[in-house]
Each structure stands twice: as C-alpha cells, then as structure tokens.
C-alpha cells in the first residue's frame, strides 16, 4: 500500500529518473496493487466462511467492481495522458493506493490479546506442504502448468495498443 503508493509519486515528482530506478519504481506499483488484491481476495473468503450462501455474490460484485474498474481506466487512459502528461497520469494512480491504505488504517479490527504468533507460521507451513502434496497431482499441475504457459507465451499487445492510443506523436 504505502510503498507503491509512495513508487507512483516518486514516478510522478522526480525529474529524470535512472530506467532501473523506473523500472524498480513501476514493479513496486504493481507489487501494492497485488497486495491489495489479495488482501480484497482474503476478506471475500473469510467473509464467504461465515455466510456460505453470499460466497458466490461477494465474488461476483469484486470481479465486477474489478471489470468496470478497468474498462473505467482504459477508457480515459488516453486522455489523461494528452491532458496532463504521463507523469501527472502516475500522480493520479497513487490516488486509489492512498485510498486503500486509507481504509486500511480506518478499518476496526478487534484486538487479541496474548496471540499466538506461532500458529501463523504454523499455518504458512501446513498451507505450503497441503500445497506442495496438491501439486504433486497430475490432474492439478497440468492445467496449472497449461495456463501459466498460455498466459506467458500469448501475444498479448495491451501495452502497445495503450502506446499507440496515448503517443502524442502520432
């Protein structure tokens, strides 16, 4: 949260930047906003385990929420960048960090008392050796293996679609 909320106005303040230094920058952005994800992801299953019969809904609204998010930003992506310049484009992304960290400090969450640290680690453990023993399933690693390399070896032109939109050149 902080840190990419911190990366984007660095990206959007700082004049001439190492590529690097952007690059670092950029990943830090995406590093917050994963966070983020998966934090929402965290709160729709446990949420889910209290009320099973909302599971469905609570991930409907997020994939929702998430989808009109990004056609919301693809759409004035472009404009953005022609009215105030990539660097303000950066500025305003820190924005919806700042927003999410906000909420994260303003959301009340009970305190326990005398908790033990140790079942966390305890849990991380248990969870990487159940996923360890999943994986070693052939009817799990397959598909898995199928999608990350289709994700990973299509022509995905997003990025150069979003260039094309956005260069002032042209």
Known sequence: GLLGVISLLSLSLLEKLHLPLAILLLTVGSAGVAIADVTIDACVAQNSSF???????LQSLCALSSSI???????????????IGPKGVYGLLAIPG????LVGVLLNEPHMPNFNYRQVSDKFVSAGKAM???????????????????LAL?????????????????
């Open 69 to 83: 998010g990004a056609l919301l930003g693809f759409s004035i992506s472009g404009i953005f960048v022609h009215l």
């Open 51 to 57: 009320h099973p019969t909302l599971a469905a809904d």
């Open 132 to 150: 360890w023993m999943t994986l070693k399933i052939p009817n799990v690693w397959r598909p898995c293996l199928y999608m990350y390399l289709s």
């Open 154 to 170: 299509c022509l995905d032109i997003n990025e150069g679609l979003f260039y094309w939109y956005t260069d002032s050149k042209d």
């Open 98 to 101: 700042g927003l999410v960290l």
